[in-house]
């Protein structure tokens, strides 16, 4: 199983980026996706999943409004839309793939397939 998060770099505030995270050798169909960050000093942590269903849930405010979270089942692909990017989303950005988007594995990191991060930086 490979998961791979691509489209990071660096943008000035106010910016966007469209993140990928491309799956393969899993049944991507039976699968919720999840997007975590990790900033410089501080802990993971979920920011925004995807159900097999395609519902989402957020699991941080700061970027409600503004970020938005997709998936392409044919393409096995799942896709963070992040604007009006700030500083503070400054993270490596990584895809997981696990059996919930519930709070308990969000928070609890217990997600099966975890990828390789991608690195936002967001500064002027």
């Known amino acids: 199983v490979q998961l791979q998060a691509s489209g990071g770099g660096l943008v000035q505030p106010g910016g966007s980026l469209r993140l990928s995270c491309a799956a393969s050798?899993?049944?991507?169909?039976?699968?919720?996706i999840g997007w975590f960050r990790q900033a410089p000093g501080k802990e993971r942590e979920g920011v925004l999943c995807?159900?097999?269903?395609?519902?989402?849930?957020y699991f941080v405010d700061s970027v409600k409004g503004r970020f938005t979270i997709s998936r392409d089942n044919a393409k096995n692909a799942v896709y963070l839309q992040m604007n009006s990017l700030k500083p503070e989303d400054t993270a490596v950005y990584y895809c997981?793939?696990?059996?919930?988007?519930?709070?308990?594995?969000?928070?609890?990191?217990?997600?099966?397939?975890w990828g390789k991060g991608t690195k936002v930086t967001v500064s002027s």
């Open positions: 995807i159900r097999k269903s395609g519902g989402s849930t």
């Open positions: 050798g899993l049944i991507f169909d039976d699968y919720a």
């Open positions: 997981a793939a696990g059996v919930s988007c519930s709070n308990w594995y969000i928070r609890n990191y217990d997600m099966e397939y």
